[in-house]
């Protein structure tokens, strides 16, 4: 069973336990003691080891971000491009209706999809040039 500063360092993070040692080692760096010299160098150690692990965590953690916002990135950019090429269809068919002179009955002469396209300011028929 671990007394209460046992459970208090068990809920410490790495930093707060890297503060703490800087704070101890103040009050221990003039010492010539073996024993405290040795019980620092070994609890330091053990600290600097999870410190080490945390760091290579948060780097393949932020590597994995990057990862899946660039696969985000590129479902998104798809998406968009779908969504793009469907509205041109749409704009064709709407153009290629109103040029239609059986549709529109008061033109004076047959409208091009293309002319169409261009008053409305789409580039709807771009694909097709």
């Excluded at 336990?17 to 620092?40: E, F, G, M, Q, Y």
């Excluded at 600097?48 to 971000?65: F, H, P, T």
């Excluded at 004076?108 to 300011?121: I, S, T």
Aim: charge should be negative; include cysteine; aromatic fraction near 6%.
């Amino acid at each position: 069973m671990k007394n209460g500063f046992g459970k208090k360092w068990d809920a410490m993070t790495v930093s707060e336990r890297i503060d703490h040692l800087l704070a101890d080692w103040k009050t221990v760096s003039d010492t010539s003691d073996p024993l405290v010299l040795r019980v620092a160098a070994a609890v330091a150690h053990h600290v600097l080891n999870q410190a080490q692990a945390e760091i290579e965590q948060l780097r393949l953690s932020g590597e994995e971000r990057v990862a899946n916002l660039r696969s985000y990135d590129a479902e998104l950019r798809e998406q968009v491009a779908q969504t793009r090429r469907e509205r041109d269809a749409v704009r064709r068919w709407l153009c290629n209706i109103l040029a239609n002179p059986e549709m529109v009955c008061d033109l004076a002469k047959p409208l091009d999809p293309r002319d169409v396209a261009k008053e409305q300011g789409w580039d709807c028929f771009k694909e097709e040039r």
